[in-house]
């Protein structure tokens, strides 16, 4: 079982950065295929980032690509997102999930994703 703690969020003016922490826990977490999702107020939930288990490929939503990097360090459990030039638009709930991929075969951005986080709050100010 992965158990997983978002970290990091904020109020933070346009052009602003944050870095979300996402520190995960269980026997499997460095098997994990990691990803980033938000949801806005009336909005469905949507993907942001995610990133294989080995880091060697990552995926990243179309609106973010260019501002936001994913990573992750599988010695400290733990996988971030770096984002620079924040938009109002980017204010949102923002979650951590993983799903349990050994041989990164996932399809990141819409495979199904077993484990999540409580959410961390991001909230960027025009």
């Known amino acids: 079982q992965v158990q997983l703690v978002e970290s990091g969020g904020g109020l933070v003016q346009a052009g602003g950065s944050l870095r979300l922490s996402c520190a995960g826990s269980?026997?499997?977490?460095?098997?994990?295929?990691m990803g980033w999702f938000r949801q806005a107020p009336g909005k469905e939930r949507e993907f942001v980032a995610a990133?294989?288990?080995?880091?060697?490929?990552?995926d990243v939503s179309d609106s973010v690509k260019g501002r936001f990097a994913i990573s992750r360090d599988n010695a400290k459990n733990t996988m971030y997102l770096q984002m620079n030039s924040l938009k109002p638009e980017d204010t949102a709930v923002y979650y951590c999930?993983?799903?349990?991929?050994?041989?990164?075969?996932?399809?990141?951005?819409?495979?199904?994703?077993?484990?999540w986080g409580q959410g961390t709050q991001v909230t960027v100010s025009s």
């Open positions: 999930a993983a799903v349990f991929d050994p041989y990164g075969i996932k399809e990141l951005s819409t495979t199904r994703y077993d484990h």
């Open positions: 269980g026997p499997t977490f460095s098997r994990n295929a």
């Open positions: 990133m294989r288990w080995d880091g060697d490929k990552a």
